[in-house]
Nanobody, 122 residues
Framework: QVHVVESGGGLVQAGGSLRLSCVASGTIFTINAMGWYRQAPGKQRELVAA???????KYTDSVKGRFTISRDNPKNTVYLQMNSLKPEDTAVYYC????????????????WGQGTQVTVSS
């Protein structure tokens, strides 16, 4: 059984910063990639940033230069440092662990967290 739990959301004024954390726990052998997605009311869920096991990163254009994704592989943890926040960054942020190989098997699965609310006031 694998669990993914996010933390660090909250309310912040425009121009402020927040740091999100996500931990995957359970009988995990390895995780291929980890990513942050967000979903604003009335909109589709979108990829914000993702990072591979080797440290390769991808960002959506709207957050480039403001957000930084990083991970701690031994701790199965991924972080999202969000700076210069804007009201349009307001959304529920979800963590996704991708290509999780469960110990004792050769199968890999994707797992989602429950989400954490980020609200940026103007």
């Amino acid at each position: 059984q694998v669990h993914v739990v996010e933390s660090g959301g909250g309310l912040v004024q425009a121009g402020g910063s927040l740091r999100l954390s996500c931990v995957a726990s359970g009988t995990i052998f390895t995780i291929n990639a980890m990513g942050w997605y967000r979903q604003a009311p009335g909109k589709q869920r979108e990829l914000v940033a993702a990072i591979t096991y080797g440290g390769g990163t991808k960002y959506t254009d709207s957050v480039k230069g403001r957000f930084t994704i990083s991970r701690d592989n031994p701790k199965n943890t991924v972080y999202l440092q969000m700076n210069s926040l804007k009201p349009e960054d307001t959304a529920v942020y979800y963590c996704k662990a991708m290509g999780v190989v469960v110990a004792g098997t050769w199968n890999d699965y994707d797992y989602w967290g429950q989400g954490t609310q980020v609200t940026v006031s103007s």
